[in-house]
């Protein structure tokens, strides 16, 4: 009985998967178990990369502040 229920189970999250993609991705392709699963794939990726290029500016961004706020104890210790 649960090796019959695995099949659905599997085509149940693709399906929530697909409804899980932007609206764009999802209406300029034929959704089926492969498209779904690749366009969810190039998803995470470009998630992931914009979450990266993010965590650089926060890091870039902390840095600077970091030096301006040592730049001003310097001057101020003058």
Do not use: F, W
């Not at 992931?48 to 310097?74: P, S, W």
Request: net charge positive; proline share 3%.
């Amino acid at each position: 009985m649960i090796e019959r229920r695995r099949p659905y189970n599997s085509n149940d999250r693709i399906k929530e998967l697909g409804l899980k993609m932007p609206k764009g991705a999802s209406e300029e392709m034929k959704l089926n178990k492969g498209t779904i699963l690749k366009a969810s794939c190039d998803y995470i990726r470009q998630l992931q990369k914009d979450r990266d290029q993010q965590q650089n500016k926060l890091e870039n961004a902390a840095k600077h502040y970091a030096d301006r706020v040592r730049d001003t104890v310097k001057v101020q210790s003058m």
